[in-house]
């Protein structure tokens, strides 16, 4: 049975779980919902999300919220020890849940001020410093790993890139302009074939 992704558009919060589906070769078709039609808050809708929000994605009798549970599911189950790493490898399996995690948990979390708390000049101003100010924290975390290596595990390319690299294009001016690990890291993201072919750039 083949995998149905429910979405917005190809940018919103879909486009990791596409460009992963892609990356593996796993089929799927896009079930596209138009906000202004009511279409996230149908009863139909709802019963696959109660909070009326994307993605979701149906498995077979797996129905799934949350981006970054959608992507660790996925990648354990149609690429468990190659995008995903085993269990098995402990040290390198948690580094790889943190990154999944700290994606949306951490930084996208912050990012997505940008969108809502930018009513006034005045709260703008309050909000892109703030953003700007914990894009600088998280940096000390992503550069001297990024610095060093192609991908954010030591292992090679992973889902954990994935996440990251769909997210961190949302503060382009705080995390990738001027960075050149970070810039270095994005271009080789965005030329992935796989995420050419789920449009997420
Ligand atoms: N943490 C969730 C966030 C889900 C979320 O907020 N998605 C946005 C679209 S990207 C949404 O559905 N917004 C509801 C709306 O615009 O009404 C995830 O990563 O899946």
């Not at 009798?61 to 020890?81: F, P, Q, R, T």
Request: proline share 4%; glycine share 4%.
């Amino acid at each position: 049975m083949t995998i149905k992704i429910y979405s917005m558009a190809y940018q919103d919060r879909s486009d990791r779980v596409r460009w992963l589906l892609e990356e593996m070769n796993v089929p799927y078709t896009d079930q596209f919902l138009n906000k202004d039609k009511g279409e996230m808050n149908s009863p139909d809708y709802r019963s696959l999300n109660p909070m009326g929000r994307v993605p979701t994605i149906v498995d077979g009798d797996i129905v799934l919220n949350e981006s970054a549970a959608i992507c660790i599911y996925l990648a354990d189950k149609y690429a468990y020890g190659k995008l995903a790493p085993k269990i098995e490898d402990t040290k390198l399996r948690a580094e790889y849940t943190k990154w999944m995690i700290f994606s949306t948990a951490s930084l996208e979390c912050v990012i997505a001020r940008m969108f809502t708390h930018t009513s006034t000049p005045e709260e703008t101003k309050v909000t892109h410093d703030y953003v700007k100010a914990q894009c600088d924290i998280m940096k000390l975390a992503l550069i001297p790993i990024l610095s060093k290596q192609d991908y954010i595990l030591s292992s090679g390319f992973s889902a954990a890139d994935i996440m990251l690299a769909a997210v961190i294009p949302g503060a382009h001016e705080y995390l990738v302009q001027g960075n050149s690990a970070i810039e270095a890291y994005m271009k080789r993201m965005m030329e992935k074939e796989s995420a050419v072919r789920a449009k997420v750039f």
